[in-house]
């Protein structure tokens, strides 16, 4: 038998005044997009806002069904919405914001599995990596260099 330790390292921010311009203006675009969120169930709101290659800016946010597994979360919206538009164009940067209607969200919010899994898709497939920031409604901010500090031991096509 033999242990391995894996490591992730992130960086914390105290506020978004402290992050550098141009992921202020994403954040600032996850939290607009945040707002139009449809979550009338849980009244759980999240806004993403993806910085491309070539400089345009993708939103998605969380839309909810009643049928639950028949919703979508803003991650996943906004990454198809930009393997969509924008085939051949690599993901840089994703700002991502939550909050409630129900209480202040004062932590950083990471994104669930299932955005973790497709995330790492497409970092596999462009072949560098996506820089995360991830916050709640106020507070902290983390960054991680790449979705592999979210999920180190990914499913990927290599196992197919």
């Given amino acids: 038998m033999k242990k391995i330790q894996l490591a992730t390292t992130i960086t914390l921010f105290d506020s978004v005044d402290e992050l550098p311009v141009d992921v202020q203006n994403l954040m600032n675009e996850a939290v607009k997009i945040r707002e139009t969120a449809y979550a009338p169930y849980s009244q759980f709101k999240v806004g993403t ?19 639950y597994p028949s919703g979508m979360c803003a991650e996943r919206v906004a990454v198809w ?13 994703i700002a991502i914001t939550a909050s409630s209607e129900n209480n202040v969200v004062n932590e950083p919010v990471a994104p669930c599995g299932a955005c973790r899994q497709t995330l790492s898709e497409y970092e596999i497939k462009q072949d560098s990596k996506i820089e995360i920031y991830f916050m709640g409604e106020t507070g902290k901010i983390v960054k991680t260099d790449s979705l592999h500090d979210l999920l180190p031991l990914a499913f990927d096509k290599s196992f197919l």
């Fill in 81 to 93: 919405k930009a393997g969509s538009e924008f085939p051949d164009v690599r993901i840089i940067k």
């Fill in 49 to 67: 806002a993806f910085l491309l290659a070539n400089g345009e800016v993708v939103n998605g946010n969380n839309q909810e069904n009643a049928a």
